[in-house]
């Protein structure tokens, strides 16, 4: 059984920073791409950003040049780093491993339980 556990959201003021982890847990072999998606209410998810097991990064348009996605293949763990946070990026945010190799020999994706980052004055 893989579980994914995000920690380090919160309460932040615009212009602040936040810094969220998850760390992907279980048999796991390895992990293909693991990336970050985050829901607002009344609103779809979307893919905030993602990076392959090489290192390969995407970012959404609207976050580039302030949210720095990173990996530890070794630890099994992604990383977001927020900056210059806006009222807008208000939302749950999810951690998601796709392609997990565990050790029945089984592929899967994984989703995290969520955690919630409110930026507000």
């Known amino acids: 059984q893989v579980q994914l556990v995000e920690s380090g959201g919160g309460l932040v003021q615009p212009g602040g920073s936040l810094r969220l982890s998850c760390v992907a847990s279980?048999?796991?072999?390895?992990?293909?791409?693991m990336g970050w998606y985050r829901q607002a209410p009344g609103k779809q998810r979307e893919l905030v950003a993602s990076?392959?097991?090489?290192?390969?990064?995407n970012h959404l348009d609207s976050v580039k040049d302030r949210f720095t996605i990173s990996r530890d293949n070794a630890k099994n763990t992604v990383s977001l780093q927020m900056n210059s946070l806006k009222p807008e990026d208000t939302a749950v945010y999810y951690c998601?491993?796709?392609?997990?190799?565990?050790?029945?020999?089984?592929?899967?994706?994984?989703w995290g339980q969520g955690t919630q980052v409110t930026v507000s004055s």
């Open positions: 990076i392959s097991r090489s290192g390969r990064t």
């Open positions: 279980g048999s796991i072999f390895s992990i293909g791409s």
């Open positions: 998601n491993a796709e392609r997990v190799l565990t050790g029945d020999y089984t592929t899967n994706d994984y």
